[in-house]
């Protein structure tokens, strides 16, 4: 079973729609991150959390928001979703190097959401 | 240029043969890592060198860093057509709270058959 996995792995939605993406882990990591993907402008840190009362945002959180449920799940959601917000979106997982930083960020395999 | 910036954004090469990829930054890190992403694909985290490291390999993968130039590289070795791929440096800066990894906007490396 993969350890990261993102549901739904694809969808269509209106503008206006509510949407939530979730993400669940079997990594026992503590972080989690959310980012988007757009052809040429690489990945974009959407929020994270450092632990299941530790939540922040990226440098893109405007329209966004999150909730850590548990240690093992991350859902984003698009309380008003918008065409700019069609993107490939990656749910990921990391922990701290004994030595300080992070040992290395495992990513889901992505959800394509698009917005008519 | 942003922290985290990709050089060159393309590579075609044949295969058997080297391929390099270059990664500049702008401020200091605690360590820097190395993607790939297959086409639609999530990323797989390659390798990470530290700061206080200069060189690290991991089979056919040769990382190099250079803290006073701000820049890294990574050599593919001996190319096969499944290493195919677009491959993002991150670099991992600040702590705490403040800890951030920011990804470049990759190479995408071609290798012909």
């Known amino acids: 079973d993969a350890d990261v996995t993102q549901t739904p792995r694809n969808r269509i939605t209106k503008t206006g729609k509510r949407i939530m993406l979730e993400c669940s882990q079997t990594k026992g990591h503590d972080r989690m991150y959310w980012y988007r993907q757009d052809p040429g402008l690489g990945l974009r840190l959407i929020y994270y959390s450092f632990d299941v009362k530790d939540i922040n945002k990226g440098e893109i959180s405007d329209g966004y928001s999150v909730s850590r449920q548990a240690q093992a799940k991350f859902s984003l959601s698009l309380e008003s979703a918008i065409p700019n917000q069609t993107a490939l979106y990656f749910c990921?997982?990391?922990?701290?190097?004994?030595?300080?930083?992070?040992?290395?960020?495992?990513f889901g395999p992505g959800t394509r959401l698009t917005v008519l | 240029s942003q922290q985290g910036e990709e050089d060159p954004q393309a590579l075609s090469i044949q295969e058997g043969e080297n391929a390099t990829m270059n990664c500049s930054y702008k401020?200091?890190?605690?360590?820097l890592q190395w993607y790939r992403q297959n086409s639609g694909r999530g990323l797989v985290h390659l390798i990470l060198?530290?700061?206080?490291?200069r060189e690290k390999h991991s089979g056919r993968l040769r990382v190099t860093l250079d803290t006073s130039k701000k820049s890294s590289s990574l050599l593919i070795t001996a190319s096969r057509a499944a290493d195919t791929a677009s491959y993002f440096c991150a670099t991992d800066v600040g702590g705490g709270s403040n800890y951030k990894l920011t990804f470049g906007k990759g190479t995408l490396l071609t290798v012909n058959p």
């Open positions: 990921a997982t990391s922990d701290l190097l004994g030595t300080g930083g992070e040992i290395g960020q495992f």
């Open positions: 401020t200091s890190i605690n360590n």
């Open positions: 060198i530290r700061s206080n490291e």
